[in-house]
């Protein structure tokens, strides 16, 4: 089911949150959003990256990123099953709950473009793909521990141009990080915003 890309809107409320990440809602928005595992960030990088985020510094976000693409921690995501478990569940309710464009499956951290539906929000979505993704890959695989990190990133996509940055960020995601096939995910969901033909 395609839907129309809706951006961030001034004119419209919206909510603002923090616990440790800022959080902006705004009901119909896009967003792109990024989780990661437990384990993907040592200690002296999550301080760092603390510290960055405290300065407000524009490059706390790719400074992360490109701790999380040198493929540290576990790396679950690396096994083809692993990874076929979160894409399946990115999917799952795609069209019903949310409309998910763009999305990535790195051996470490995910990468999607999802818009919720009117009666559903961004925290219900994430929570359920982690939820869910945990519980099957704990009682298929016998992993063990928890396995995502609490919070979630996540930015409402300001404009069109924005929007095309994130899709393609997303599809040249596992290029950048130097992945070999098989060891990531990439596709796209429903949405079609970038894909009319499709």
Not at 58 to 81: K, M, Q, T
Request: proline residues 4%.
């Amino acid at each position: 089911m395609k839907s129309a890309f809706q951006p961030f809107d001034a004119r419209k409320e919206f909510s603002a949150s923090r616990r440790i990440l800022p959080h902006w809602q705004q009901s119909g928005a896009t967003y792109f959003v990024t989780f990661r595992l437990a384990d993907s960030l040592p200690v002296e990088a999550r301080e760092r990256f603390e510290e960055l985020r405290r300065l407000n510094s524009s490059d706390a976000f790719d400074w992360v990123e490109r701790y999380l693409d040198a493929g540290n921690g576990s790396c679950a995501f690396s096994d083809p099953a692993h990874a076929m478990t979160v894409a399946l569940a990115l999917r799952y309710f795609d069209g019903m709950r949310y409309n998910l464009g763009a999305y990535v499956v790195m051996p470490n951290h995910v990468h999607a473009l999802v818009q919720p539906t009117s009666s559903t929000t961004l925290t219900s979505i994430t929570h359920s793909w982690k939820s869910y993704t945990a519980h099957e890959l704990q009682r298929q695989n016998g992993i063990t521990g928890s396995l995502w990190q609490e919070e979630s990133f996540d930015r409402i996509v300001r404009d069109e141009n924005e929007l095309r940055k994130f899709d393609e960020y997303i599809f040249e995601n596992p290029k950048a990080a130097h992945l070999k096939q098989g060891t990531f995910i990439v596709g796209k969901g429903s949405a079609g915003w970038l894909y009319p033909n499709t």
